[in-house]
T-cell receptor
Framework: GQNIDQPTEMTATEGAIVQINCTYQ??????LFWYQQHAGEAPTFLSY??LDGLEEKGRFSSFLSRSKGYSYLLLKELQMKDSASYLC??????????WGAGTKLIIKP | GAVVSQHPSWVICKSGTSVKIECRSL??????MFWYRQFPKQSLMLMAT?????????EQGVEKDKFLINHASLTLSTLTVTSAHPEDSSFYIC??????????????FGPGTRLTVL
């Protein structure tokens, strides 16, 4: 079956750095997405990785290792507004988006 | 980026009635739109893929006669929840791909519709 694992919840301090991991097992791979979702709102796009390596975009970076079926989202200089759920999703061989359950990130002052 | 709208943003209805939710791509054409459902504290669950001009493709376990999807134009898909019951109360989200752009693989999400069935 297809499976995406990410931690259920993480807590971090304002101004710090946090890394959210995602491991996946899918039938084929055509890219991995990270989305941010605030409570009661729709997801918003953060990043897309299809090749191995690190993609940096401002305070957020995303890393992919296809051989390990692993990705992480790195958030730097955490702000209170970063409190949200972070969803990992993978395109399988049919370009169907397989979603993880999301990681709820709690930022404390 | 591309914009997707949904209407209504929230709706409350009585059990047994039908509710229609609209999803529009505002500045691009989308031959394919996706309908998701999300229960509290759970991830997105794909219900169906809506294809312009043809029948929708439903995921396993989703009743096509209960969740009617119509994708009549390149900018509009509708989801009708027929004979709604309290267990249908959920957050319904649509998304679309801008297949003409360089970022065709990114899904743009609508703001979601919160349905409450009394």
């Amino acid at each position: 079956g297809q499976n995406i694992d990410q931690p259920t919840e993480m807590t971090a301090t304002e101004g710090a750095i946090v890394q959210i991991n995602c491991t996946y097992q899918t039938s084929g791979f055509n890219g991995l997405f990270w989305y941010q979702q605030h409570a009661g709102e729709a997801p918003t796009f953060l990043s897309y990785n299809v090749l191995d390596g690190l993609e940096e975009k401002g305070r957020f970076s995303s890393f992919l290792s296809r051989s390990k079926g692993y990705s992480y989202l790195l958030l730097k200089e955490l702000q209170m507004k970063d409190s949200a759920s972070y969803l990992c999703a993978v395109y399988d061989s049919n370009y169907q988006l397989i979603w993880g359950a999301g990681t709820k990130l709690i930022i404390k002052p | 980026g591309a914009v997707v709208s949904q209407h209504p943003s929230w709706v409350i209805c009585k059990s047994g009635t039908s509710v229609k939710i609209e999803c529009r791509s505002l500045d691009f054409q989308a031959t394919t739109m996706f309908w998701y459902r999300q229960f509290p504290k759970q991830s997105l669950m794909l219900m169906a893929t809506s294809n312009e001009g043809s029948k929708a493709t439903y995921e396993q376990g989703v009743e096509k006669d209960k969740f009617l999807i119509n994708h009549a134009s390149l900018t509009l898909s509708t989801l009708t929840v027929t004979s709604a019951h309290p267990e249908d109360s959920s957050f319904y989200i649509c998304s679309a791909r801008d297949e003409a752009s360089g970022s065709w693989n990114e899904q743009f999400f609508g703001p979601g519709t919160r349905l409450t069935v009394l």
